[in-house]
């Protein structure tokens, strides 16, 4: 015969473990359906691998070691291309720096970028997303006509410097990612607009998501275009592309960063036409493997590539029939240092697509023997000898490749022994901005000043 005692220990027992079940199926509900305590035990997680970083000797991901104690390692100079580099990087302050370098990594001219001196007031952001700690990370950078520097602070802001570092004006916009201006010198970007509540448009989407938007921008930094993403998306009738990122047999519901717009561009007039024509614009959707092609007027999507490329940044038009893709090709194997190509191999490249036929070709990869490769971030330029210019981000360097795909030139962005920083662009400047015209630039801003 069970005793009294018994029964009690029994029914305490019973009582725990039924407790601690429920508790396990409401952890695997609140997950997946992203409520109480899952937020909070995210952001947490945040914190603490913050926390570990800066005091527990864990390096931060955008600091890596390296063996290369050279700066700029010059492997062909008759073959590299003319011009000044602009490059965005993270130096040791974890303080963004932008400059502009020659070919041998002399500073021509700098600018010192921090969020807490220039944006002290955020009144347009939410109080959770403005910056409590360094850094501040810049993302997309590019030189105006008369040596102004437009950059987005990401997900934070757009600022444009003179030359001497003063604020010429800041657009209180959640922008982000990488900036084009285009030939009327109009500025195109990302938007974006965190949502803590359902949206109409968007059924299934569970709070908190991200919605993106396509941003116009005059030079004096005043919008004058704003398109949705979605919205535009759903009038092509491609509703599907946003909900890709579901995984749930019943159910199509999806949350945070669905689709991931990283670029924005546009088909300049004295390119010659085919099936893209001036003003088009192209738009990089990395969460889902997208590039998409539209009319500015009618906002037909005349071109659409899924699934050519894996985790892309940096689309652009090559001519009016082709694009070439920064396809980051992101099959990453974690380790204590960063990321690396999985065993297979698949590195970073560069990769171009055909509007016409759909066909794809590979016009650089990184290799065993050539090793190049960023999970994350990224950008590519074609040069006028047909050089490519590529920006190797969180590995901290900046390459130049000849027509053949040899490596001819490297940057890397050293702070300190064996710590390499990331990088975040990098654009081989036209003739025109030599070393006279900055210091001509610099000359000209102080003068107003004073």
């Known amino acids: 015969m069970i005793s009294k005692i018994d029964r009690d220990v029994v029914a305490r027992w019973v009582f725990f473990m039924s407790a601690l079940i429920l508790a396990f199926l409401y952890g695997v509900a609140a997950t997946k359906l992203n409520i109480f305590p899952a937020p909070l035990i995210l952001s947490a997680k945040g914190a603490a691998d913050y926390l570990l970083e800066q005091w527990g000797g864990r390096t931060a991901w ?142 299934n989407y569970a709070p908190p998501f991200e919605e993106f938007t396509i941003l116009e921008v005059t030079p004096d930094g005043q919008i004058v275009r704003e398109l949705p993403v979605a919205k535009l998306l759903i009038d092509n009738d491609l509703h599907g592309l946003l909900y890709m990122g579901t995984t749930n047999n019943r159910s199509t519901k999806v949350t945070d960063d669905t689709l991931h717009v ?86 970073s490249r560069v990769v171009a697509i055909s509007a016409k036929t759909g066909d794809s070709e590979v016009r650089f990869s990184g290799s065993k023997e050539q090793p190049f490769f960023t999970d994350i971030m990224g950008k590519h330029q074609w040069l006028s000898n047909g050089n490519l210019l590529l920006t190797e981000a969180v590995a901290g360097r900046v ?22 920083a990331l990088v975040d662009d990098a654009v081989r400047l036209p003739p025109e901005f030599d070393e006279a015209f900055f210091a001509n630039a610099v000359a000209a801003c102080r003068t107003e000043t004073n």
Request: hydrophobic fraction near 40%.
């Open 62 to 203: 955008y600091y890596h070691s390296t063996d290369q104690r050279e700066q700029v390692v010059v492997h062909a100079p008759e073959q590299v291309a003319p011009g000044l580099t602009l490059i965005g990087e993270l130096g040791t302050d974890e303080k963004s720096h932008v400059k502009v370098v020659d070919e041998r990594g002399r500073v021509i001219h700098s600018w010192r970028i921090d969020w807490y001196e220039m944006w002290p007031d955020p009144a347009h952001l939410p109080a959770e997303v403005v910056p409590k700690t360094a850094p501040s990370e810049i993302h997309g950078v590019k030189l105006a006509s008369n040596g102004d520097l437009i950059f987005n602070f990401e997900k934070l802001g757009m600022v444009r410097l003179d030359p001497c570092g003063q604020i010429v004006w800041r657009l209180p916009h959640r922008t982000h990612h990488s900036i084009h201006i285009d030939e009327n010198g109009h500025i195109w970007t990302s938007g974006l607009i965190t949502r803590q509540s359902p949206q109409p448009l968007l059924p």
């Open 262 to 347: 990283n670029d924005v561009e546009v088909f300049p007039s004295w390119r010659a036409p085919g099936v893209f024509r001036a003003g088009d614009i192209m738009i990089s959707l990395r969460n889902i493997n997208a590039i998409a092609v539209f009319d500015s007027s009618t906002l037909r999507i005349k071109f659409l590539s899924i699934g050519r490329v894996l985790r892309q940044h940096d689309p652009e038009f090559l001519d009016g029939n082709t694009i070439t893709v920064f396809d980051n090709n992101n099959l990453a194997v974690w380790h204590g240092d960063g990321a690396l190509p999985d065993p297979a191999g698949h590195y």
């Open 399 to 420: 390459v130049e490749v000849n027509p053949q795909g040899r490596i001819i030139s490297e940057y890397f962005n050293l702070q300190g022994d064996g710590v390499v």
